[in-house]
């Protein structure tokens, strides 16, 4: 779901610049399974761990799978089968790529950021405001 149902989240995107990042995704599975697209691209696919608690704490969980999207082939699809309410993805990366579905994506947030305010111009009434320009 997109705004205006919920605020739009985005993944700060990481510059290739010949280094390596760690990264630390929190995740919660629902039903005994968490299943997703890492937050970042071009993972080191031997540097992926899960574990139980923050910065590779608590138990280790063994039980995913790493997959290659065959039409982006530098991100990874992980899933992930485990009981417990929080896990944590660790991998290193060496920066993102910025593909036109990024920016469509935030295109879009703007447009549709840009017709609600609009929709409020029109019809809605904000407390302790208006749109006024100064």
Known sequence: MTYPNQIDKFTEKLNKVGTVYVIEEEVSPVNGVYEGILNHDNVTTAS???????KLTGEKVENFLLS???????KKSIKIFSDKPRL????ETTGD???????????DSIVNTQKELERYK??????GGT???R
């Open 48 to 54: 992926v761990r899960v574990y139980t608690g923050s």
């Open 88 to 91: 944590y993805i660790t991998y």
């Open 97 to 107: 790529q910025v593909e036109a579905d990024d920016i469509n994506v935030l295109q």
């Open 68 to 74: 290659i999207p065959s039409q982006t082939p530098w």
């Open 131 to 133: 749109f006024e320009r």
């Open 122 to 127: 029109v019809d809605g009434l904000i407390d």
